[in-house]
């Protein structure tokens, strides 16, 4: 076979770059480690050139191929059976006796690349994946606020109708990140026992969550509040940014200001209306946060107020309401003035979620929804243990006043049977007209008391019995004292149906509320979208685009309507016909 001069030549450049793929990246040399390094020192190495070389850190042109290069050095060495082919062979190829540098057309970085067997991603983008060095940045265990898409959606969002939620998202490979996270733990430390849930999102393991979320850089931080998410929008992260953040997307809308007698007693005697007891705190000023937390975690069960210390005396006395400043009184009794319980200490949220637990309905409630039902009357779990529930059939609710007031002078005579006996009421022309028709309600004119024993979610045993004046309740306790004792029994048996909830919103509502709320966000984001037009250089050339548009359409449609608007011929009129003789 003849060679020539020049195919001698192309030959040893070929020879020279393969052999350069083979040989020329040495991992010790590019992380500056020995061949006996151990674990611990290849770790150390790592770490330090990783910053150095970190593009977001490093402003050099090379920084990207050198911080490449020394997370596939990095690779190498900590992967046992790589470092082990790389030593033997000066390859990391599964098959080294194939040649070529690293399993794919000669090119050195190609396994780097290729995770699973597709994508040009770098291996950081998979923590805890399967990448050899996923604890770079934190050897701690594995973040315990960290949520997916999955858990947003199915638990994050339904709860911020009832729960603030403050979520961080970081990268592994994000510097500041470590150090916005110190601040987020701050936050959590001081806020989470007063109802604010913690999560947090990593960047590169849930893109999809990011996506959904419009995270564009990390660190972010974002508030999660009735359905709806609100991006950290200060110019820089500290503990005293991120506070203010939150502060100013707690509800506030959830505990109403007092500052008259009429506001006071109008809200105490609403009570039966809405069918909720009524919590009211006193303040110096304005509610400390925890207060408006509270009330937004449990308004579906209670109405929240409250007022300035100093604000109506003549109203403090009347209702007995506590002048200590931050003291919350709960008004869970309607047919009484004062409150049911008060707090005696210095309240917090904790303190205060615990009193507001342990009061969750009026001392005589009307059933009016399968919740207060469940509540009111839950299923016995055993036979030493059962409670009786005595439910009151009115003709008239205006009787409701009399009737609460004989059941709060049985409950003075503090009877052990009391225990185990709770009172409630029901109209029998409301909602719950088919619940009474199961339980074979007859309506014959006078007030009747329905005693059930509740066994399982469907399952009741019920007695009927007459109780035809407020003031004669001496028959109904002697009937209840010996139902307690075990004298007497109820034997009649039903399945009731799910009770209707008489204060939920219709479509019609709901869809006008949510309208409504929309409206008013886009009136209050105004603002902040006039101040990103004019003042940044993307919201600029947004700006002049629309206008450019905008200009471009109304042309269009001038032109059209005057074209309209001329008749034929009235803008270039026809010459006239030459004249024949």
Known sequence: MCVGKGSVVVWCVLLSVGTWTVHAFNPYEVLGVSRQATAQEIKKAYKSLAREWHPDKNDSPEAEAK??????????????????????????????????????????FSSFFRRGGGGASPPHFHR??????????????????????????????????????????????????????????????????????????????????????GITRVPSLLVVV???????????????????????????????????????????????????????????????????????????????????RTSNKAATDAFKIAATVGRVSIYADAASSGPTVSSTEKPNFELCEKLVSNHRLLTFPRLSSQELWDTWCPPVQSISNRKYCILLVLNSLSDVQDYDQAISQMKKSELKYLERVSFGYIAPHSLQSAFLEVLHYSDNGEAQVLTLLRTGEFDTYYHWQSWPRASSFEKVETFLINLVSGRTKISNHAKVPVLQDEF???????????????????????????????????????????????????????????????PPGARYPRPPRPHQD
């Not at 020394?70 to 690779?75: C, L, P």
């Not at 592994?172 to 026992?193: A, I, P």
């Not at 919103?505 to 037009?533: C, G, R």
């Not at 600029?540 to 471009?552: E, K, P």
Request: with cysteine; aromatic share 16%; glycine share 6%.
């Open 67 to 108: 911080f490449v290069e020394i997370g596939k050095a990095y690779e190498i060495l900590t992967d046992e059976e790589k470092r082990s082919n790389y030593d033997q062979f000066g390859t990391t190829d599964d098959n080294p006796r194939q040649g070529g540098g690293g399993g794919g057309g000669g090119f050195p």
């Open 128 to 213: 805890g994946r399967g990448s050899s060095f996923a604890s770079f940045f934190d050897d701690s265990p594995p973040d315990p606020l960290l949520i997916n898409r999955h858990v947003f959606e199915r638990k994050v969002l339904p709860e911020s109708d009832r729960f603030l939620h403050v979520m961080y998202a970081y990268s592994d490979w994000c510097m500041n990140c470590h150090q916005v996270r110190k601040f987020f733990d701050q936050l959590k430390n001081t806020y989470s026992s007063q109802g604010v849930k913690f999560v947090t999102t990593d960047a590169d393991l849930d893109r999809t969550l990011v996506y959904k979320l």
């Open 226 to 308: 009735n359905k709806k998410w609100y991006l950290f929008d200060e110019q820089s992260f500290s503990v005293l940014s991120m506070e203010r953040f939150l502060k100013r997307h707690v509800p506030k809308n959830f505990a109403r200001e007092l500052a008259s007698f009429e506001e006071y007693s109008s809200l105490l005697s609403s009570a039966r209306d809405d069918n909720k007891p009524r919590i009211i705190a006193t303040f110096d000023s304005t509610p400390e946060p925890w207060f408006y937390l509270l009330a937004f975690a449990n308004h579906n069960s209670h109405v929240f107020a409250w007022a300035k």
């Open 504 to 566: 939920a919103d219709n479509y019609y509502v709901m869809l006008a509320k949510d309208l409504l709320q929309t409206v008013i966000e886009f009136v209050l984001s105004l603002p902040k979208w006039a101040t990103w037009f004019l003042q940044t250089e993307d919201g600029f050339i947004v700006l002049s685009l629309l206008m450019m548009m905008v200009f471009i359409f109304g042309s269009s449609i001038l032109s059209a309507f005057s074209s309209v608007a001329e």
